[in-house]
């Protein structure tokens, strides 16, 4: 079993920086990929960025160059450092945990609650 706890959400201007965390409690968090999610009100949740057990990192299009994953597995953390934020990625941001490889779908096994963040235009 694997406890996730996302922060680092807020307010934030349009071409500001925030940084989220995925803390995570439980079992061989260095054996599980982890992905960050976003769902704005009325879309789905849809796929950010990922990374695998072996640190290879996927990003959606949309972030390619503003956002960055990273995870240091001693600290069972898992980083998302945003970049040159844009209003449209005013969402939920939920980090989620499967075993070993990165799905861009919500096939995961394990969520956190999540944290909002808003950029203000």
């Known amino acids: 079993q694997v406890q996730l706890v996302e922060s680092g959400g807020g307010l934030e201007q349009a071409g500001g920086s925030l940084r989220l965390s995925c803390a995570a409690s439980g079992r061989a968090f260095s054996d599980y990929a982890v992905g960050w999610f976003r769902q704005a009100p009325g879309k789905e949740r849809e796929f950010v960025a990922g990374i695998d057990w072996r640190y290879a990192s996927t990003y959606v299009d949309s972030v390619k160059g503003r956002f960055t994953i990273s995870r240091d597995n001693p600290k069972n953390t898992v980083y998302l450092q945003m970049s040159s934020l844009k209003p449209e990625d005013t969402a939920v941001y939920y980090c989620?945990?499967?075993?070993?490889?990165?799905?861009?779908?919500?096939?995961?096994?394990?969520w956190g609650q999540g944290t909002q963040v808003t950029v203000s235009s």
């Open positions: 989620a945990a499967r075993n070993f490889v990165v799905d861009t779908t919500t096939r995961y096994d394990y």
